[in-house]
C-alpha cells in the first residue's frame, strides 16, 4: 500500500518549528503547560514515524518484517499517546479538576492502557494491521472499530466536560479547543474513510494544536508589562495548580511602601522603571525563583527549598536601604514583607492574593523591621469574610436588607426626638452578622452603593408610611460611606430619593465619619448642596480616629456623636476627657450626642454635664420598624 505523504512533511515541518519556539523556560510549571509541550513532541514523533513507517511498508520487501511491525507500533502507540496527553490538556484548563484522585486518573487512562496493549500485541493477533511478504501492509477490523473509536472517545469526553464546565472555562480558550477537536475528528474521520492513501491525522493535529498554542499558551498572558515577570494571573494559576497536586510551596511577598502615593507623585514611568529593577535584582539572583507582580507594588516570590525567608529578608532590606535609580533622580523607598511557609495548609484559601495583601498591610503597620509570618488563622478569617461577602451579595440582590430603628434622646425636652437607621444582615446559614463586618465588606467589595440606596430607599419609605406617628421625631439618621461620597453625583441622586418618596429633607440627618474628611474637596461639595436643600449633617464615631479639627470645622455639622469608646473611658476612669471635648464643642455652637449609654448613672450624668443627646441600651436596643413604632407610643421621658 503507497500513501502520499506531501500533507505529512509540511505538517512536520510546522510541528518542528512549534516545538522549538515553545521553551518551557518562559512558561510556568503548570499541567496544561506540561501536557502542551508532550503534546507537541509528542505530534512531531507520531509525524516522523508514520513518515517512516509509510516509506519503508511500501517497500516491505527491503526490510525485516520485526523492524516493519516495530515502528508502525510505535507510530500507532505514540498517536494514541498523542490524544491521551491532549485530552489532560483540555482537563486542565479549567478551575474544575477531574482527575484530582488517583481512582479518578486509573479509570480515565483505561482506554489508553488497553488500546496501547492491543497495539503492543498486534504481531501476535494482528488485530490492527497485518504485515506479509506477498502482500505487504493491510488494516485489519481493529483499526477501524477500536483504534478510530478510541481517538473518538477522549475527543468526546473532552467536549462532554468543556460543556459541562463551561462556566469555569473562559470563552475563547473553550472556542479554541473545541476548534481543534473539530480539525482532529475531521482529520481522522477523512483519512479513515474519505482519503485512504492520504496521511492526513498528522495534518489537522498540527493545525490544531497550532490554534491552541496561537489562542491558549501565549506567554504574554502571564507576563506584566509594569514589571517584566509573571502577573497575578500567573499566581493564581500555579497555586491553584500547586493545591490540587499536593504540591507544596512556600511564598515570599514584599511590598513598595506607599506605592498608590509615589506613583501619583511621580507618575507611572518612574514607578514602572523601579519596578523593572526590582524584577531584575530579584531574578538576576534567584533564577530558581518564580517572581510574580499582584499589582500595586506587591510581589510575590515563589522559593525554593534551599532559599529561606531570613536571606531574603536581608537581601531585599540592604537593598531598599540604597536609593533607586530613575530618570528624575534617585528615589528612597521601604518595603515590607511577609512570608507563607509551606507547611502551612494553604488549600482552605479560595484567593491566596487576598491572603497575601492582608498580611502585607499588617505587616506595614508593625513597627519591626523584619517579615510577618501569614498563620493559619489569617485563612479562617479570609473563610469568614467570603461567607459574609455570599451573604451581603445575596442579600442585596434579593433586598433583603433589614432595617432597625434605635432611638435618640433629647435631655432638655426628656422626648425620643430622633432614630438612627441602622441596617442589619440577616443570613440563613450565618445568622445574624455584625454591621462592623458586612460594611466592611461592602465597602471592599463595592457593593456599598447598592447597599446604600437599599438603606435610603427603605427608610424614606418607613418616613413617609408613618410621618403621622412621628409625634416628637426632628429627624431621622442615616449613615454614610465615605465611599459613597466618591459618587460625584451623590449628592443630587439622593435629594432626588428624597422627592420621589415625598419626604422633607429637613427631616434628614446624614451621619458622616471622620475618614469621610479625607478627601475634603469632594465632601464640602456634595454636604453644600445637600445642606442648602435643608439636610442635617452629623459627624459620627467622634473619637475612634485621628481628628483634624480644622476640617471638621470647615463642615456644615450641627451634630458632633461622640464614640462610646470614650464615653465608657470616661465612667471607668481610663480617660477623662470627655468633659473638655463637650465645653470644646458647645463652644463652637455644635449639638453634643454621646453613644454607648448603658446606665441611669451614666444619662444623669451626662445630662448634668450639658450633652444635649444620648443613645444607647438603656434607653433601647435598636428595634425593627413595627417595635420602634410601639415604642414611641409607649415612651415615657418620666421613667428615664
Same mark, same amino acid.
Given at each position: 500500500?503507497?500513501?502520499?505523504?506531501?500533507?505529512?512533511?509540511?505538517?512536520?515541518?510546522?510541528?518542528?518549528?512549534?516545538?522549538?519556539?515553545?521553551?518551557?523556560?518562559?512558561?510556568?510549571?503548570?499541567?496544561?503547560?506540561?501536557?502542551?509541550?508532550?503534546?507537541?513532541?509528542?505530534?512531531?514523533?507520531?509525524?516522523?514515524?508514520?513518515?517512516?513507517?509509510?516509506?519503508?511498508?511500501?517497500?516491505?520487501?527491503?526490510?525485516?518484517?520485526?523492524?516493519?511491525?516495530?515502528?508502525?507500533?510505535?507510530?500507532?502507540?505514540?498517536?494514541?499517546?498523542?490524544?491521551? @496527553?491532549?485530552?489532560?490538556?483540555?482537563?486542565?484548563?479549567?478551575?474544575? #479538576?477531574?482527575?484530582?484522585?488517583?481512582?479518578?486518573?486509573?479509570?480515565?487512562?483505561?482506554?489508553?492502557?488497553?488500546?496501547?496493549?492491543?497495539?503492543?500485541?498486534?504481531?501476535?493477533?494482528?488485530?490492527?494491521?497485518?504485515?506479509?511478504?506477498?502482500?505487504?501492509?493491510?488494516?485489519?477490523?481493529?483499526?477501524?472499530?477500536?483504534? $478510530?473509536?478510541?481517538?473518538?472517545?477522549?475527543?468526546?469526553? #473532552?467536549?462532554?466536560?468543556?460543556?459541562?464546565?463551561?462556566?469555569?472555562?473562559?470563552?475563547?480558550?473553550?472556542?479554541?479547543?473545541?476548534?481543534?477537536?473539530?480539525?482532529?475528528?475531521?482529520?481522522?474521520?477523512?483519512?479513515?474513510?474519505?482519503?485512504?492513501?492520504?496521511?492526513?491525522?498528522?495534518?489537522?493535529?498540527?493545525?490544531? @494544536?497550532?490554534?491552541?498554542?496561537?489562542?491558549?499558551?501565549?506567554?504574554?498572558?502571564?507576563?506584566?508589562?509594569?514589571?517584566?515577570?509573571?502577573?497575578?494571573?500567573?499566581?493564581?494559576?500555579?497555586?491553584?495548580?500547586?493545591?490540587?497536586?499536593?504540591?507544596?510551596?512556600?511564598?515570599?511577598?514584599?511590598?513598595?511602601?506607599?506605592?498608590?502615593?509615589?506613583? &501619583?507623585?511621580?507618575?507611572?514611568?518612574?514607578?514602572?522603571?523601579?519596578?523593572?529593577?526590582?524584577?531584575?535584582?530579584?531574578?538576576?539572583?534567584?533564577?530558581?525563583?518564580?517572581?510574580?507582580?499582584?499589582?500595586?507594588?506587591?510581589?510575590?516570590?515563589?522559593?525554593?527549598?534551599?532559599?529561606?525567608?531570613?536571606?531574603?529578608?536581608?537581601?531585599?532590606?540592604?537593598?531598599?536601604?540604597?536609593?533607586?535609580?530613575?530618570?528624575?533622580?534617585? @528615589?528612597?523607598?521601604?518595603?515590607?514583607?511577609?512570608?507563607?511557609?509551606?507547611?502551612?495548609?494553604?488549600?482552605? #484559601?479560595?484567593?491566596?492574593?487576598?491572603? =497575601?495583601?492582608?498580611?502585607?498591610?499588617?505587616?506595614?503597620?508593625?513597627?519591626?523591621?523584619?517579615?510577618?509570618?501569614?498563620?493559619?488563622?489569617?485563612?479562617?478569617?479570609?473563610?469568614?469574610?467570603?461567607?459574609?461577602?455570599?451573604?451581603?451579595?445575596?442579600?442585596?440582590?434579593?433586598?433583603?436588607?433589614?432595617?432597625?430603628?434605635?432611638? $435618640?434622646?433629647?435631655?432638655?425636652?426628656?422626648?425620643?426626638?430622633?432614630?438612627?437607621?441602622?441596617?442589619?444582615?440577616?443570613?440563613?446559614?450565618?445568622?445574624?452578622?455584625?454591621?462592623?463586618?458586612?460594611?466592611?465588606?461592602?465597602?471592599?467589595?463595592?457593593? =456599598?452603593?447598592?447597599?446604600? &440606596?437599599?438603606?435610603?430607599?427603605?427608610?424614606?419609605?418607613?418616613?413617609?408610611?408613618?410621618?403621622?406617628?412621628?409625634?416628637?421625631?426632628?429627624?431621622?439618621?442615616? &449613615?454614610?460611606?465615605?465611599?459613597?461620597?466618591?459618587?460625584?453625583?451623590?449628592?443630587?441622586?439622593?435629594?432626588?430619593?428624597?422627592?420621589?418618596?415625598?419626604?422633607?429633607?429637613?427631616?434628614?440627618?446624614?451621619?458622616?465619619?471622620?475618614?469621610?474628611?479625607?478627601?475634603?474637596?469632594?465632601?464640602?461639595?456634595?454636604?453644600?448642596? @445637600?445642606?442648602?436643600?435643608?439636610?442635617?449633617?452629623?459627624?459620627?464615631?467622634?473619637?475612634?480616629?485621628?481628628?483634624?479639627?480644622?476640617?471638621?470645622?470647615?463642615?456644615?455639622?450641627?451634630?458632633?456623636? $461622640?464614640?462610646?469608646?470614650?464615653?465608657?473611658?470616661?465612667?471607668?476612669?481610663?480617660?477623662?476627657?470627655?468633659?473638655?471635648?463637650?465645653?470644646?464643642?458647645?463652644?463652637?455652637?455644635?449639638? $453634643?450626642?454621646?453613644?454607648?449609654?448603658?446606665?441611669?448613672?451614666?444619662?444623669?450624668?451626662?445630662?448634668?454635664?450639658?450633652?444635649?443627646?444620648?443613645?444607647?441600651?438603656?434607653?433601647?436596643?435598636?428595634?425593627?420598624?413595627?417595635?420602634?413604632?410601639?415604642?414611641?407610643?409607649?415612651?415615657?421621658?418620666?421613667?428615664?
Amino acid at each position: 500500500m503507497t500513501w502520499n505523504l506531501e500533507y505529512e512533511i509540511a505538517s512536520l515541518a510546522l510541528t518542528v518549528i512549534l516545538f522549538l519556539s515553545y521553551r518551557p523556560e518562559k512558561y510556568l510549571p503548570l499541567r496544561r503547560n506540561r501536557y502542551f509541550y508532550l503534546t507537541i513532541a509528542c505530534e512531531v514523533s507520531v509525524i516522523v514515524f508514520d513518515i517512516i513507517a509509510s516509506i519503508t511498508t511500501g517497500n516491505y520487501v527491503d526490510y525485516p518484517l520485526w523492524f516493519l511491525y516495530g515502528e508502525n507500533i510505535l507510530y500507532f502507540v505514540l498517536l494514541s499517546l498523542e490524544y491521551y @496527553l491532549f485530552f489532560n490538556y483540555t482537563i486542565s484548563i479549567s478551575k474544575h #479538576s477531574l482527575l484530582s484522585t488517583t481512582f479518578r486518573k486509573i479509570v480515565i487512562s483505561i482506554p489508553f492502557l488497553f488500546i496501547s496493549l492491543l497495539i503492543v500485541s498486534t504481531p501476535l493477533t494482528n488485530a490492527l494491521f497485518y504485515i506479509d511478504r506477498s502482500t505487504g501492509y493491510s488494516r485489519r477490523w481493529a483499526y477501524y472499530y477500536l483504534l $478510530i473509536p478510541y481517538l473518538y472517545f477522549y475527543m468526546v469526553l #473532552s467536549v462532554v466536560y468543556l460543556s459541562y464546565f463551561h462556566k469555569e472555562i473562559i470563552r475563547a480558550q473553550m472556542l479554541a479547543v473545541l476548534s481543534s477537536y473539530a480539525l482532529f475528528i475531521l482529520g481522522a474521520f477523512l483519512q479513515a474513510s474519505v482519503f485512504p492513501n492520504y496521511l492526513l491525522i498528522g495534518c489537522f493535529s498540527a493545525f490544531g @494544536l497550532l490554534i491552541v498554542y496561537l489562542s491558549l499558551q501565549n506567554p504574554e498572558y502571564y507576563l506584566s508589562v509594569k514589571a517584566s515577570c509573571f502577573n497575578s494571573k500567573a499566581f493564581r494559576d500555579l497555586t491553584r495548580d500547586y493545591s490540587e497536586t499536593n504540591h507544596p510551596f512556600a511564598v515570599f511577598s514584599f511590598c513598595l511602601d506607599h506605592y498608590p502615593i509615589l506613583l &501619583n507623585a511621580y507618575g507611572e514611568e518612574t514607578m514602572n522603571d523601579i519596578l523593572h529593577q526590582v524584577t531584575l535584582l530579584v531574578n538576576t539572583n534567584y533564577k530558581e525563583c518564580q517572581l510574580f507582580y499582584i499589582e500595586d507594588g506587591c510581589f510575590s516570590l515563589m522559593i525554593q527549598d534551599d532559599t529561606t525567608p531570613d536571606e531574603l529578608a536581608d537581601f531585599l532590606e540592604e537593598r531598599f536601604e540604597h536609593a533607586w535609580s530613575t530618570s528624575i533622580g534617585d @528615589l528612597r523607598i521601604n518595603a515590607y514583607f511577609s512570608y507563607l511557609p509551606k507547611e502551612l495548609d494553604y488549600h482552605k #484559601s479560595q484567593n491566596l492574593i487576598s491572603i =497575601i495583601r492582608s498580611s502585607l498591610i499588617a505587616a506595614s503597620m508593625r513597627n519591626e523591621t523584619r517579615y510577618l509570618v501569614i498563620e493559619a488563622k489569617m485563612f479562617d478569617k479570609q473563610k469568614k469574610d467570603n461567607e459574609i461577602h455570599q451573604a451581603l451579595q445575596k442579600a442585596v440582590e434579593q433586598n433583603s436588607i433589614q432595617i432597625y430603628y434605635q432611638p $435618640i434622646y433629647d435631655t432638655h425636652t426628656r422626648k425620643i426626638v430622633s432614630a438612627e437607621a441602622l441596617a442589619r444582615l440577616f443570613d440563613d446559614k450565618l445568622g445574624s452578622i455584625s454591621p462592623d463586618d458586612f460594611i466592611v465588606t461592602a465597602e471592599q467589595d463595592g457593593s =456599598i452603593i447598592k447597599l446604600g &440606596n437599599q438603606i435610603f430607599v427603605k427608610t424614606l419609605t418607613f418616613m413617609h408610611d408613618h410621618r403621622f406617628e412621628f409625634r416628637d421625631i426632628k429627624y431621622l439618621e442615616i &449613615n454614610l460611606s465615605p465611599v459613597q461620597f466618591t459618587n460625584l453625583n451623590f449628592a443630587e441622586q439622593f435629594v432626588d430619593l428624597a422627592f420621589e418618596h415625598r419626604v422633607d429633607l429637613s427631616l434628614i440627618n446624614l451621619e458622616i465619619t471622620e475618614t469621610a474628611t479625607s478627601d475634603i474637596s469632594i465632601l464640602k461639595k456634595q454636604m453644600k448642596i @445637600l445642606h442648602n436643600m435643608g439636610v442635617r449633617f452629623s459627624l459620627d464615631d467622634y473619637g475612634t480616629g485621628f481628628s483634624n479639627l480644622t476640617l471638621i470645622l470647615q463642615l456644615p455639622l450641627e451634630i458632633i456623636k $461622640i464614640d462610646k469608646s470614650l464615653v465608657w473611658a470616661y465612667f471607668d476612669g481610663s480617660n477623662l476627657m470627655l468633659k473638655n471635648i463637650v465645653r470644646m464643642f458647645q463652644e463652637q455652637n455644635y449639638k $453634643i450626642l454621646c453613644e454607648g449609654i448603658e446606665t441611669k448613672e451614666m444619662a444623669d450624668t451626662l445630662t448634668e454635664m450639658g450633652v444635649d443627646y444620648l443613645q444607647g441600651f438603656y434607653f433601647s436596643r435598636p428595634l425593627p420598624e413595627s417595635e420602634f413604632l410601639k415604642y414611641l407610643k409607649e415612651f415615657d421621658g418620666n421613667n428615664y
